[in-house]
Structure formats: structure tokens, C-alpha cells
């Protein structure tokens, strides 16, 4: 699969513009146009690599903000074509890929269809080769494309990795994206961006069915109508990732548990930071001035909701849809979700905050 992204990379000679580090993790525009986000599961793509494509897609508005219609089926498809998905690795919950996906070398000979030479340009940090570069990671960047612009840090780690799922989502969307405007809602811009990624025409033609298939699969029903906006979507995924996590007081923050697990309102802070980039405040109380406040029966997934419980609006969670919500409920039990709408959490007052 190596082999599909070189005649792009020999082909592209103008390389995409590196971000400053304070604009990729501002905090995403609310008016930003939303595209429809992942199912919670697709066949044949395993929890951890569909999060990384949903999120690479939420942060498309911060780091390419002339770039729109990006979403988490274009990444996919890539993902796909290159290396299906990571198919019999493991991806871990920061994005660690074991074992590596590293194509043959380039030396020229032939193999699968190389005929160019590319000698080596990482000293085999990538790809352990030193004579010879090859492509790497589950979207099989070369070396010599990862260590210029389109090197990502996709779950700000302080490490741009080409074998981590968040790292090289992040990268391909950037790529795909380029530096100047692009709708890729159309199709003849949706074509120019994947023959970026590889110039050829029947790569272009598997990569947009790929795309069209994963279109048709939408979003989970949440409460009956409106799918789940990209960023909300991935703050939702953010937070169901961490079920099963301990209950930890105080625990919590924009990277991951804290103490051996999260709080309510630090499980809060990490879903909005690794699905938005977006910081919040740390209680519940202070959660409850984020934002603009909403009527119960305007729920939609991703607001927070501050419960009044004990008096002191001292506890939150996650709306995911379907009159339930995602939160870390008590020392006794784990990240979990629960309804909200009906039983014991609906009898209390609630504050409900729109962020996105």
C-alpha cells in the first residue's frame, strides 16, 4: 500500500505551509459550518482509528480554516486505500500503532510497481531504513513528506509520529486541505484533493468510492433528527472513549485521567479539548458560565449539562443522544453512560450549556 501516495509526492512540488502552534489549538469558531460525524462503529474500522479520523475532521476548521466539507469519510477513504484501516495492528488510546506499518524499500527495483529511487532522508528514524526511504504509518507518508509541514501532532502529545492514528489522521487532512480555499463538498475539488495525495486516477477513483460509502452511513440517531456536528461529534467520542475509566476525584485533564481516572467535570475538560480544542474551566460550577444556556427540550448531543443534585450544581456530563448521557457519576462507579431525560438524574434542576 506503501507505494499508492508516490507519484502525489514526486508530482506536488509546493509544500503545505507549517501552522503556528498557537493557531492549531485555538478554540474552534462556533459558527463554523458543522458536517456530519462518524457512527459510533463501522465495520472494519476499529474504535481507535475512526476517533482519530473523526478528530483529525473537527480540527480542519482551526488549522485550515480556507478548507471546508472535510469530514471524517474523507479520511477514511485515504485511510482505507493506504493501509485498511491499520487492519491487524493495535492502536492504543493515545494512537500508538504496533506493530509499525512500513512499506518496502524504494530503491527503484520495482516492487510494487517503484520504479524511481528514493534514498534515504531520515536516517531511518521513520522507517528504519538508512539507505532508502520508505513509506510509513497507516496513511504511508515517506519520510521526507512527514518531516516538512505535513508532520502532525493530532493528539498533543508534543510528538509528531507518523505510526500514531491521531498524528497521521491529522497530517492527511492537512494535506488533502492544502493552504488555499477548498470546498471539498464538490466533487471536482474533492477529486483535485485525493490526486494531491496520489496522482493517479484509478487511486482517486477507489479512495472517493471508499468516501461516497462511508457518506451514505451518516451519524447515530441522537435525539430523533439532527445529525452530530463534527466538532460536538468528536467531543462525544472523546468522552465514550473513556468508558470504564475509575471514578477519581479530581481527576482529569485536557490529556487524559489524572489520579487513575476523572471526575465529572475533568472528564468534561478532557472531551471538549481532545474533540475541539477547546479548554474549559475545571468544576462543574465554572462549567456552568461556558457557553450560552438552553432550554431542556432544545438538548442536542454535546451540551453540557450541570446537575444540581447536591445544591450546589455539583455535577456535569455529556449529552450523547437518545435522552442519555456520558459522565463519571461517583467513586463506586465508572465513566458510563446513562439516561438523563427519564429516572434519577431528570428529577434535578440542570443548567444546559451550548459550547459548540
Known amino acids: 500500500m506503501g507505494l499508492l501516495v508516490l507519484a502525489a509526492l514526486a508530482h506536488t512540488s509546493t509544500a503545505i505551509a507549517e501552522e503556528e502552534e498557537n493557531q492549531r489549538r485555538r478554540t474552534l469558531s462556533a459558527g463554523t459550518e458543522a458536517m456530519p460525524a462518524s457512527p459510533s462503529s463501522v465495520d472494519g474500522i476499529n474504535t481507535g482509528t475512526l476517533s482519530a479520523y473523526t478528530r483529525a475532521a473537527a480540527r480542519v476548521p482551526s488549522v485550515r480554516p480556507k478548507c471546508t466539507g472535510m469530514r471524517w469519510s474523507v479520511i477514511a477513504g485515504i485511510g482505507a486505500v493506504e493501509s485498511n484501516h491499520a487492519a491487524g495492528r493495535t492502536v492504543a488510546a493515545n494512537g500508538d500503532i504496533t506493530p ?3 512499506g518496502p524499500r524504494l530503491d527503484g527495483s520495482g516492487v510494487g510497481g517503484n520504479t524511481t529511487a528514493f534514498t534515504d532522508t531520515d536516517g531511518g528514524r521513520f522507517d528504519g531504513d538508512t539507505a532508502y526511504d520508505r513509506a510509513v504509518g497507516p496513511m ?24 500514531n492514528a491521531f498524528d497521521s489522521a491529522l497530517g492527511t487532512a492537512m494535506y488533502l486541505c492544502g493552504t488555499g480555499t ?30 461516497r460509502a462511508y457518506d451514505q452511513l451518516g451519524s447515530d440517531p441522537t435525539n430523533g433528527s439532527t445529525p452530530v456536528g463534527s466538532r460536538a461529534g468528536a467531543v462525544v467520542q472523546a468522552a465514550l472513549s473513556k468508558k470504564g475509566t475509575r471514578y477519581v476525584w479530581g481527576g482529569g485533564d485536557i490529556h487524559g485521567p489524572t489520579k487513575g481516572g476523572f471526575d465529572c467535570s475533568g472528564l468534561m475538560v478532557f472531551a471538549f479539548y481532545q474533540g475541539a480544542g477547546i479548554t474549559l474551566p475545571r468544576t462543574s460550577q465554572t462549567q456552568r ?28 456530563g455529556l449529552y450523547v443522544g437518545d435522552g442519555n448521557m456520558v459522565h463519571a457519576p461517583n467513586p463506586k ?6 439516561p438523563v431525560t427519564t429516572g434519577y438524574w431528570s428529577q434535578y434542576d440542570w443548567d444546559i450549556r451550548r459550547v459548540l
Open 289 to 316: 458560565g461556558v457557553g450560552t444556556k438552553v432550554a431542556r427540550g432544545k438538548l442536542r448531543p454535546g451540551d453540557l449539562i450541570v446537575i444540581n443534585n447536591d445544591g450546589t450544581w455539583g455535577h456535569v
Open 182 to 211: 477548498s470546498d471539498l463538498t464538490d466533487e471536482t475539488q474533492l477529486r483535485k484533493a485525493v490526486l494531491r495525495y496520489n496522482n493517479a486516477g484509478w487511486y482517486a477513483d477507489k479512495v472517493i468510492s471508499r468516501i
Open 100 to 102: 509499525r506499518i512500513i
Open 333 to 338: 462507579r465508572p465513566v458510563e453512560t446513562a
Open 140 to 163: 504511508q507518508f515517506l519520510p521526507s513528506t512527514w518531516s516538512g509541514p505535513s508532520g502532525s501532532d493530532g493528539n498533543d502529545d508534543g510528538t509528531k509520529d507518523p505510526h
